[in-house]
């Protein structure tokens, strides 16, 4: 599965939009990018996952480049809830049972 | 509708003990999988389930054991506990045929002393 790149730590005002970057730049032509987040070490949460094209639901949108090689995760109006470790993962949509995680991104949200 | 349980939530063990977490999900999911997550790391793949009777390894699968003799139960167990084993342990379920996340049950937080 192709590897992903993010910053550490990100900040982000609460009611602002936060924009969380992911790089992947080996994803192959059937790997799906997947965000998960996991807010004060209790279980992962799904966000959201797009192969080519843009996605939005309840939770984010998702934007993937043209050339697929990076994607950032949305969150429309950050709360203070959101504060969470982001996981940008790619992986084939015939194995999500066996995700890599990477060490994500922290964002914090701030008041 | 639980979801994915996961007991005990809290196991202090003393070096060479042996123990068994235990997950059980209602969701009638066909994967399962177990992993790890030690301090300010990403989550690691010890072993995964395709369904009832099948298991196999992932990523750090030594010193663990698993079995998955019904749909809903999926056991880990340390044969002898070592301080290295010293982790956050989260099952997690997948239903084939979509939708595509797995599910993360609360995790069980264990020390090995």
New interface residues.
């Given amino acids: 599965d192709a590897k992903t790149t993010q910053p550490t730590s990100m900040d982000c005002a609460e009611g602002r939009a936060a924009n969380l970057p992911c790089n992947h730049s080996t994803i192959s032509g059937n790997e799906?990018v997947?965000w998960?987040r996991q807010i004060h070490?209790?279980?992962?949460?799904?966000i959201i996952?797009g192969l080519k094209n843009n996605e939005t639901n309840e939770m984010a949108s998702l934007i993937i480049t043209e050339d697929r090689k990076s994607s950032t995760l949305i969150l429309p109006h950050a709360t203070l809830r959101d504060t969470a470790v982001y996981?940008c993962i790619v992986n084939s949509?015939g194995s999500?049972?066996?995700?890599?995680?990477?060490?994500?991104t922290l964002l914090t949200v701030n008041p | 509708n639980a979801g994915v349980t996961q007991t005990p939530k809290f196991q202090v063990l003393k070096t060479g003990q042996s123990m068994t977490l235990q997950c059980a999900q209602d969701m009638n999911h066909e994967y399962m999988s177990w992993y790890r997550q030690d301090p300010g790391m990403g989550l690691r793949l010890i072993h995964y389930s395709v369904g009832a009777g099948i298991t196999d390894q992932g990523e750090v699968p030594n010193g663990y054991n698993v079995s998955r003799s019904t749909t809903e139960d999926f056991p880990l167990r340390l044969l002898s506990a070592a301080p290295s084993q010293t982790s956050v342990y989260f099952c997690a379920t997948l239903g084939r045929g979509g939708p595509y996340e797995q599910y993360f049950g609360p995790g069980t937080r264990l020390t090995v002393t």
């Fill in positions: 799906y997947y998960y070490s209790q279980g992962p949460q799904y996952h996981y949509g999500n049972y066996k995700l890599t995680f990477g060490k994500g």
